[in-house]
Nanobody, 120 residues
Framework: QVQLVESGGGLVQAGGSLRLSCAAS??????MGWFRQAPGKERDFVAA????????YYADSVKGRFTISRDNAENTVYLQMNNLKPGDTAVYYC???????????????WGQGTQVTVSS
């Protein structure tokens, strides 16, 4: 089974940017998604991208600020996060293989997560 490893998290001031990467151990001919989980809250959908990259999906809270992309030759998915806000603070998870791109319960493969902290 493919394994996913996230990287790129860190501490950033409000208004700043971060780029998360999700590297897969093999080919990922699946829909890929990013989710986030803040302390005491459920894991929420952030963004998803189809296998070809032709379709993308975003949570309303990140539209216009976050961009998901993928490089299938490198087996990597990215999440460019701009204009970050303190409310974006969470552990960000990469996930693979879903027929319903925005539904957490339909993803079968998960990474270990990377912490993003946005200070005010």
């Amino acid at each position: 089974q493919v394994q996913l490893v996230e990287s790129g998290g860190g501490l950033v001031q409000a208004g700043g940017s971060l780029r998360l990467s999700c590297a897969a151990s093999g080919r990922i001919p699946y829909t890929m998604g990013w989710f986030r989980q803040a302390p005491g809250k459920e894991r929420d959908f952030v963004a998803a991208i189809s296998w070809s990259g032709s379709s993308t999906y975003y949570a309303d809270s990140v539209k216009g600020r976050f961009t998901i992309s993928r490089d299938n030759a490198e087996n990597t998915v990215y999440l460019q996060m701009n204009n970050l806000k303190p409310g974006d603070t969470a552990v960000y998870y990469c996930a693979a293989n879903s027929l319903r791109p925005t539904n957490r319960d339909h993803y079968q493969i998960w990474g270990q997560g990377t912490q993003v902290t946005v200070s005010s």
